[in-house]
């Protein structure tokens, strides 16, 4: 159904290209909370709080905490939350909300792929088709969404999968949630459960990710071995899997702090039973190592970073990643 004044929305905004206005050095972060929640036209009834305003690829896990702990603030006076993000990291910060809320009640990212005010300017319609949403029933319960192009994404699949152009994310290989069509929202499916609820600790939590290649030598990865880190990330070819040379480094590595291996394969997940030569994933869950399963890199990133803030070892992280193998 359309949107109704009666529903009351709570914008949260933060920055990002929707955000920004180009006067000929490059667009800049520009545009006030209160002027974005002017392109919504009184379709809701919106209460606009600007929590930041900032390019995306500024935004820390200390801020998304502070944006979880501010959307909470709102949750008990509103229909739905929108949040108004850039879209380089959108999905980062969509992940690490779906990771610490836990409420019924839609929270909504969105954003826009080209400046406020440019020609063809997405943001407007991306903001109407969010409030649309966080307005919706139907949406609820479904967890943190991102809406943009119409169409709905859960917060796990969603990936920016294009540096330009309005149709830049997706939730391949599964497909979004649902879209929004004729002022309509359309959902057609909704996910099997929620994650595990994680808490921010506060506590420092540096955690890299490092993109594995073909051939990649040991001492590429000294630095990490003898660096000054909380966990790390693995971005592994095929289905988790490393070039032997490194591989007793990353045991000994493992002994010391979670390291977590992803599959940078888009649209599979790591195995865990096939491949059992030295660096096959079946070797680095022997060596200690933990396969992310569904998530890719940057969400087991986000994932594995909380969980440090929090002062969890190994076998809780561990614990928490087997969750999303499946039955």
């Excluded at 309509?184 to 996910?191: E, G, H, K, Q």
């Excluded at 030569?277 to 569904?294: F, K, N, Q, V, W």
């Amino acid at each position: 159904m359309p949107m109704t004044a009666s529903k009351k929305i709570a914008l949260l905004t933060t920055g990002g290209t929707i955000a920004m206005t180009d006067s000929g050095g490059g667009a800049k972060v520009s545009v006030s909370g209160g002027s974005l929640g002017d392109l919504i036209d009184g379709a809701v009834a919106l209460e606009v709080t600007e929590v930041f305003a900032k390019p995306s690829p500024n935004m820390t896990l200390a801020d998304m905490a502070v944006l979880a702990a501010t959307a909470q603030a709102k949750l008990a006076t509103v229909d739905g939350v929108v949040i108004s993000h850039g879209t380089d990291t959108l999905e980062e910060t969509a992940w690490c909300l779906e990771l610490l809320l836990r409420t019924d009640t839609p929270v909504v990212l969105t954003g826009a792929m080209r400046a406020f005010g440019a020609e063809g300017a997405d943001g407007a319609t991306n903001l109407r088709a969010a409030c649309r949403v966080a307005a919706s029933s139907g949406a609820r319960g479904l967890g943190v969404l991102a809406v943009l192009a119409d169409d709905i994404h859960a917060a796990m699949l969603v990936r920016k999968v294009r540096t330009s152009g309005v149709d830049a994310f997706s939730s391949q290989p599964y497909g979004p949630l649902g879209s929004v069509v004729e002022d309509r929202v359309n959902l057609l499916l909704s996910p099997t459960r929620r994650p595990p609820q994680l808490r921010w600790g506060g506590r420092r939590c540096r955690t890299p990710i490092v993109y594995v290649y073909s051939g990649m030598e040991a001492d590429e990865l000294a630095r990490y071995a003898d660096g000054d880190i909380d966990a790390l990330v693995l971005n592994l070819p095929g289905g988790g899997h490393m070039p032997a040379e490194a591989v007793d480094m990353l045991e000994a590595l493992a002994r010391r702090v979670p390291v977590v291996f992803a599959a940078r394969t888009p649209g599979g997940e790591t195995l865990s039973r096939t491949y059992g030569y030295a660096g096959g994933e079946m070797d680095l869950i022997d060596r200690g190592l933990i396969p992310s399963a569904s998530l890719d890199a940057l969400k087991a990133r986000i994932a594995t970073a909380l969980l440090v803030s929090d002062g969890a070892d190994r076998d809780r992280v561990a614990a928490f990643f087997a969750g999303f193998r499946g039955e």
